[in-house]
């Protein structure tokens, strides 16, 4: 059976409180035990930069959700810890993107990616960063992004707050 997708049936838009449920389902869904974060963590930055995050959903329901905020080139977040926008930020940093196993294979992932990245030239950001897990960097790569080795030592060492190959990644924007 061949199923044609419509994509107009997808909305992006900003993340509420009320999809914290959908957001934390959604999480237990996609990543390995050792990455999960904790409900708390992903309230608290909701809380914190809730201009930067933002679900994916059809017909009401959320498929899929990516976070993030206004961060510096170079500076990478250590696993499970909080954040919040930068003063003097250049670089939109996407701290976490994961789609339902429902939806799974639909696009959303490049989907929610594009917005966020039209969001980020809105805000005059010069740059995207990110950290790749669970073997996803060729995913990124098709997004434009290419891995930074570019770090200071307590960078890596944050880098290495992460489960498995976890890989700094970056997207220049204004080119």
């Not at 994509?7 to 992006?12: A, G, L, R, V």
Request: proline residues 2%; charged residues 20%.
């Amino acid at each position: 059976m061949n199923m044609q997708l419509n994509m107009s049936e997808f909305i992006c838009r900003a993340m509420q409180l009320s999809d914290l449920a959908a957001v934390t389902r959604i999480q237990a869904e996609a990543y390995i035990d050792e990455i999960l974060e904790t409900d708390e963590v992903i309230h608290a930055r909701l809380l914190q930069a809730p201009d930067t995050a933002w679900v994916v959903e059809r017909a009401g329901e959320v498929c899929g959700y990516l976070v993030g905020y206004q961060s510096t080139l170079g500076e990478v977040t250590p696993w499970g810890s909080e954040f919040s926008h930068k003063q003097d930020s250049t670089a939109l940093y996407l701290h976490d993107l994961a789609i339902s196993t429902s939806a799974s294979g639909c696009g959303l992932g490049p989907l929610l990616v594009n917005y966020a990245l039209m969001q980020a030239r809105q805000r005059e950001l010069r740059d995207v960063a990110l950290v790749s897990v669970q073997n996803s960097k060729s995913f990124w790569q098709k997004l434009g992004f290419n891995e930074n080795t570019q770090l200071d030592e307590i960078q890596r060492t944050n880098l290495a707050s992460y489960s498995g190959p976890a890989i700094y990644m970056t997207r220049d924007l204004i080119s």
